[in-house]
């Protein structure tokens, strides 16, 4: 099935880095959500986002909707050794009625104390 | 209450061997999923129940073989199953489908081993 191109695909930086991470689709989504997966644990649900131009915050982590409704970026501030894993995008497409979530391949982030 | 409940945590099976994987929220959602996830890998859809009738089946093999008995409840019962069948399977849930802003929330997973 159709996958979001996610960038980067890895980062390694230093506690207290800001990071940031996007993903772009060449089709149009009415909803991105942002995940964090921890090795062997099931994504969890970070950001949800529902409309274009949408700025949404999370303690340290700020997501945005795209306004062209094709991309989302989400950066974390201040990071720190608990942020590491693995930082997957999915997004539903306009019109979509069947559930189906698209995803990024991730990106690996690895912080350095 | 954003809890999806699987069990178990870990499952070792022979090629020979039935098993069944249990999935469970409470979140009143009508919308469950089963996703199979290999290690570095984003999940892959497999299975979608709207309203406890399958909508989706990504061509998943015979051997996989899904139930949801109730809206809070969703099974995966697996038989002879092969080794590459190895990895992390996904249960999420969300609500109705017909709403396109829907948020899907995921249980911890059961990490299959088949031997």
């Known amino acids: 099935g159709q996958q979001l191109n996610q960038s980067p695909q890895s980062m390694f930086i230093q506690e207290g880095e800001d990071v940031s991470m996007n993903c772009t689709s060449s089709?149009?989504?009415?909803?991105w959500l942002w995940y964090k997966q921890d090795p062997g644990e099931g994504p969890v649900l970070l950001i949800a986002l529902y409309k274009a131009g949408e700025l949404t915050s999370n303690g340290r982590l700020t997501a945005q909707f795209g306004i062209t409704r094709k991309d989302s970026f989400l950066n974390i501030s201040a990071s720190i050794p608990s942020d590491v894993g693995i930082y997957f995008c999915?997004?539903?497409?306009?019109?979509?009625?069947?559930?189906?979530?698209?995803f990024g391949r991730g990106t690996q982030l690895t912080v350095w104390p | 209450d954003t809890e999806v409940t699987q069990t178990p945590k870990h499952l070792v099976m022979g090629m020979t061997n039935k098993k069944s994987l249990k999935c469970e929220q409470h979140?009143?959602?009508?919308?469950m999923y089963w996703y199979k996830q290999k290690a570095k890998k984003p999940p892959e859809l497999m299975f979608v129940?709207?309203?406890?009738?399958?909508?989706i089946n990504e061509s998943v093999p015979s051997r996989f073989s899904p139930e949801c008995p109730n809206s809070s409840l969703l099974n995966l019962h697996l038989h002879a199953l092969q080794p590459e069948d190895s990895a992390l399977y996904l249960c999420a849930s969300s609500q109705i489908l017909d709403r396109e802003n829907t948020e899907a929330f995921f249980g911890q997973g059961t990490r299959l081993t088949v031997v």
């Open positions: 999915a997004g539903r497409k306009r019109g979509s009625t069947l559930g189906r979530l698209y």
């Open positions: 979140m009143g959602h009508r919308a």
């Open positions: 129940y709207s309203y406890e009738k399958l909508s």
């Open positions: 089709s149009i989504f009415n909803t």
